[in-house]
């Protein structure tokens, strides 16, 4: 006489934490480009520049925008190199550990990226005599401005293309960081590589 055969449940499909993943890197990606980097600069002047007695002519708004793509792609690079996720308390993330994430992070960029392709697809160039009217979509986003306007000087540059830059090249620059250091840290390029060099030693 057989035994009865017993159900076995089926695995979780990898969506049921895949999604939740995304949804966390992404924001992880934008908090980063929005938050982290203007905060990092801001704690520069305010903290580190003080004590070291380095003085700069540049207000801090404008040094941000100068350095554009250093502050924006090395706190994502690092965020996604130390996989922040793995800090995420347990009652939140068990979802999301039950499952492999590697995908999740491997696209953190394509929502930015998305967000970038519209609004380039959707550019026109501006009709205004103050700022120029033969710039193409791409020079618009990525050709950082490097004076932030203010209330005292509003037309030091556009304001509107430096809210572009802000809140759309930026994101994207941190998601493609942030992936990258992900891959970077999952194959443990820099291990190898520092082990590559002891051995030419």
């Known amino acids: 006489m057989e035994a009865p055969s017993i159900a076995v449940p089926e695995a979780k499909t990898p969506w049921f934490?895949?999604?939740?993943a995304f949804a966390l890197h992404t924001a992880i990606v934008y908090t980063c480009a929005l938050?982290?980097?203007?905060?990092?600069?801001?704690?520069?002047?305010?903290w580190v520049a003080p004590i070291l007695q380095i003085s700069s002519s540049v207000p801090p708004?404008?040094?941000?925008?100068?350095?554009?793509e250093l502050v924006t792609i090395i706190p994502a690079l690092i965020a996604?190199?130390?996989?922040l996720v793995r800090f995420v308390p347990a009652t939140v993330g068990r979802p999301i550990w039950?499952?492999?994430?590697?995908s999740a992070v491997?696209?953190?960029?394509?929502?930015p990226a998305l967000v970038l392709s519209y609004k380039m697809l959707q550019?026109?160039?501006?009709?205004?005599?103050l700022f120029g009217t033969s710039m193409t979509a791409i020079k618009y986003f990525f050709d950082i401005q490097k004076v932030m306007p203010t209330w005292e000087n509003?037309?030091?540059?556009?304001p509107v293309r430096v809210a572009a830059q802000m809140l759309v090249t930026a994101p994207f620059y941190a998601g493609v960081a942030y992936s990258l250091g992900a891959f970077v840290s999952k194959h443990d390029f820099l291990a190898k590589l520092f082990r590559f060099e002891k051995n030419e030693e």
């Open 35 to 46: 938050r982290v980097s203007g905060s990092l600069v801001a704690r520069w002047f305010a």
């Open 123 to 129: 550019y026109h160039a501006p009709s205004s005599v």
């Open 106 to 111: 491997t696209w953190a960029w394509s929502i």
């Open 61 to 68: 708004r404008d040094w941000y925008l100068q350095h554009f």
């Open 154 to 158: 509003p037309l030091a540059s556009d």
């Open 17 to 20: 934490g895949t999604i939740p």
């Open 98 to 102: 039950d499952t492999r994430f590697d």
């Open 80 to 83: 996604g190199y130390i996989n």
